[in-house]
């Protein structure tokens, strides 16, 4: 099994920046890539970003394109998503997710990430 566990989150004034970690244990071989998603108050959970660790391409969703950057070094089992740019909008729970071995699909549908982290909130204000 795989096990995610986010950190970094916290409030921060409109137009301001966050650094996510999603760092990851267990039988890390199993994670193809890792994604962000997130829930802000009375939305559904939306894909913000996904990093592919063998080939490190990268997905955005085009709310945070511009704005946030998704990394994975080689040397470390875990995922960033740097956010800039805060805007009020962007305030919800930061989740992490793990695609399976041998996934080959967009990496945006929340249904083909495996494992999940518990989360972490996010907020800005104005």
């Known amino acids: 099994q795989v096990q995610l566990v986010e950190s970094g989150g916290g409030v921060v004034q409109t137009g301001g920046s966050l650094r996510l970690s999603c760092a990851a244990s267990g039988s890390t071989w199993m994670i193809h890539g890792t994604g962000w998603f997130r829930q802000g108050p009375g939305k559904e959970r939306e894909f913000v970003a996904s990093?592919?660790?063998?080939?490190?391409?990268?997905q955005y969703s085009d709310s945070v394109k511009g704005r946030f950057t998704i990394s994975k070094p080689i040397t470390e089992n875990t995922a960033y998503l740097q956010m800039d740019s805060l805007k009020p909008e962007d305030t919800a729970v930061y989740i992490c997710a793990a695609l399976p071995p041998g996934y080959s699909g967009p990496a945006t549908y929340e249904m083909d990430f495996k494992f999940w982290g518990q989360g972490a909130q996010v907020t800005v204000s104005a």
């Open positions: 990093i592919i660790w063998g080939n490190g391409n990268t």
